[in-house]
């Protein structure tokens, strides 16, 4: 039977403490640490072959041996051990493909795909028939059959989203939209399906409580926290969609945001290197000062381009021309290292630096943790 739920005693807190200070990293014998907002950690004596971090305070990753295993909260089990614990004695054959989100750790081991929610793992689909991760976002996880019907998963239970197959589809935060078999745009938000429109939009965008596409009119229209407005902007070469924002560059070649339900003009020439992550854009001028656009408010942070930087949801990181690390931090303006910094990761709000081969700090939540000499 699909979707069986179980629950499993992992002693997992999803949401407790300092969840967002968790960061990989190794020391100069390639040992793997992680620092969870209660000190340093090892987890491997030996370098992994991959990790991947989330913003729920877990981490998921690959071991030397090919195990796949997972952090949360100081303890370290691998997929063998649930599979044990749950009384679920189906073979892992090969490295099962995991992808790891905001609320949601999701993988697949031979045909089986697997979610983990909260404090539990829930089995999605026994008899999954593709070689790939299903469709996986911040809150959403999205498979077929194999044949017509389509499954969604969602505040921890799983549902036919439609029976008839679907076409054209985009993933992305807490938001699906697909064409079904009549014709229609349709998206899942918060819980239902809804029509967006009864035609195929010639372009369109999705992302965290936002849709942007193409009206029948050629002009751009938004869904935006649950409502659809119209405008009269015609639809532009250059589009971008962020956590409930548009962005594009209007036939004047400005760039424009639209947030709020409001379109900013935010500059007089085109820009230069955009990027957007979550709900930070970045942007220079041909004068190379560096923009960075965070919820409502357009920031000035240099006057130069940094050498390098990072963004995730609510933190922009960068290397100044000294080398040194700032922040923009909630809309903050920070100094994050005093000392040259020879490399440095962000993983959602903490970042990793290291001032010297043999030394790593990691800040987060404005304070500074010092891991070696």
Known sequence: MRYILFLFAFSFSFFCGNSQCLAPFQDIYNAVYVYDGEGFKQVERFPVKSFKVGRNGVMAYIDTSGDMKVYNHGLVSTIRDVLFKTKKFSLVVGVPKYVVTDNLMVYLSNTTISALYADRFI?????????????????????????????????????????????????????????????????????????????EPAKYLVDRDMV?????????????????????????????????????????NNLVVYYNGEATTLTGEKPVGLKIKENIMTYADDANNFFCWYKGK????????????????????????????????????????????????????????????????????????AYGN
């Open 298 to 369: 357009k920031y000035m942070l240099e006057n130069y381009i940094p050498q390098s930087y990072k963004a995730s949801k609510d933190i922009l990181v960068y290397q100044d021309y000294t080398g040194r690390l700032k922040a923009l931090y909630y809309g903050e303006q920070l100094q994050v290292s005093d000392e040259i910094v020879l490399k440095y990761d962000l993983y959602n709000e903490t970042i990793v630096y290291s001032p010297e081969i043999n030394q790593t700090r990691v800040w987060c939540q404005k304070k500074v943790f």
């Open 123 to 199: 089995t999605l689909d026994s008899f999954y028939r593709h070689d790939g991760l299903p469709r996986v976002s911040d809150s959403l996880v999205v498979w077929d059959d194999g044949l017509h019907t389509t499954y969604i998963f969602y505040d921890g239970a799983a549902r036919v989203l439609d029976a008839n197959g679907i076409h054209r589809s985009k993933i992305a935060g807490n938001i699906f939209a697909y064409m079904d078999v009549s014709g229609k745009f349709k998206i899942f938000y918060h819980g239902r399906v809804q029509v967006l429109e009864d035609y």
């Open 212 to 252: 942007l596409y193409q009206d029948q009119y050629g002009h751009i229209k938004f869904f935006q926290d649950g409502r659809l407005h119209e405008t009269d902007i015609p639809m532009p070469d250059e589009y971008w969609t962020g956590n409930g924002f548009g962005a594009y560059i209007s036939p004047a």
